[in-house]
């Protein structure tokens, strides 16, 4: 193994025999355009709603759900694709996300959710994932369109404008921690709070508050 | 021959009652044959003032003055609770489901929401500014009580 790295690295650092200078650094530009794009484009088409719906994981459950909600069909047209909320924008951040999605590709290969009944059992657990990552950033993916600078409250109705002006502005909430099920069902929510608690914190204050009554004598 | 003339002007006045009648009836369908589909009114628009509609009488369901579109209410979520549940109250500020929502049939008290009332809109609903099909001449139990002591007085 040793002598084949050193073989291989005393042939990377060997002068060019047969090739020409002009010839490497050229056919080197071209074929990094050629590489660089290519990569691109791959990277694109899996950032389309047509590859997620691909699979019948995502046309059956959560792209079914998708069409019945506002962020499919609006009065002015305007609608959000899978990857609009569901992969970042930027560049790294993308990238991070594309990384962390082979491991849907191994969901896939075993088929963790290729039923409806195995779906609905992981629901909780896929819809918390997404729910921390949006809390993590600030719910960027919704602010991509919804930005609060533009939004003018006072066309909004007077519930929704306390809420925004009391919650949003303020930094207090982002937008996920109100609006969870906004554009998929939600899970059972019995089993996690709305607003960030765990249920195992739940669980454990009332077992302390049981255990210290106990304690107490009568 | 007069018994004959009775009765040709009675088919004949039950003739045009009947095609009177037709003319009168005003059903949902209006006036579209029944092979054909009318065309549909626009949607009528949800009432979103948040403001508070009076009770027509004491048991009446109070009326949800917002618009309810997308509210999901199944085993796994109640949307409405969000808001109008008894912990949700103090930071959503909305008017917490009464305590006949915690009763059980033999009027015991629940720790939550009883599931004979879990779904809101059994008896809470929405209203639209839609026109009434029909005249509505509903009395408020006040006007009637007001009517009956003013008659119990001229008496």
Known sequence: MLAFLKRLWTTIRRPSVHYSLGFLTLGGFVMGIIFWGGFNTALELTNTETFCTGCHEMRDNVFAELKTTIHYTNRSGVRATCPDCHVPHDWTDKIARKMQASKEVWGKIFGTINTREKFLEHRLELAQHEWARLKANNSLECRNCHSSDSMDITRQSARAAEAHERFLFTGEQTCIDCHKGIAHRLPDMSQSAWHEEKPEDMMGNATAFLAARDRMPN | ?155
């Open chain 2, 1 to 155: 021959m007069k018994r004959f003339a009775i009765s040709l002007i009675a088919a004949a006045s039950l003739l045009v009652a009947a095609a009177a009648a037709e003319d009168n009836i005003s059903t949902l369908r209006e006036t579209t044959p029944l092979a054909e589909n009318a065309t549909p009114h626009p949607m009528p628009k949800p009432v979103n003032t948040d403001i508070r509609q009076v009770r027509n009488y004491p048991e009446q369901p109070p009326l949800i003055p917002h618009t309810i579109e997308g509210y999901q209410i199944d085993m796994n979520s109640n949307k409405c609770l969000t808001c109008h549940s008894r912990t949700a109250v103090e930071v959503s500020q909305a008017p917490m489901i009464s305590i006949t929502h915690f009763m059980n049939r033999e009027n015991q008290f629940l720790a939550s929401v009883t599931p004979r009332r879990y779904f809101c809109n059994q008896c809470h609903v929405p209203q639209t500014d839609a026109r009434p099909l029909v005249e509505n001449d509903f009395v408020d139990v006040d006007s009637v009580i007001d009517y009956v002591k003013a008659k119990e007085g001229a008496n």
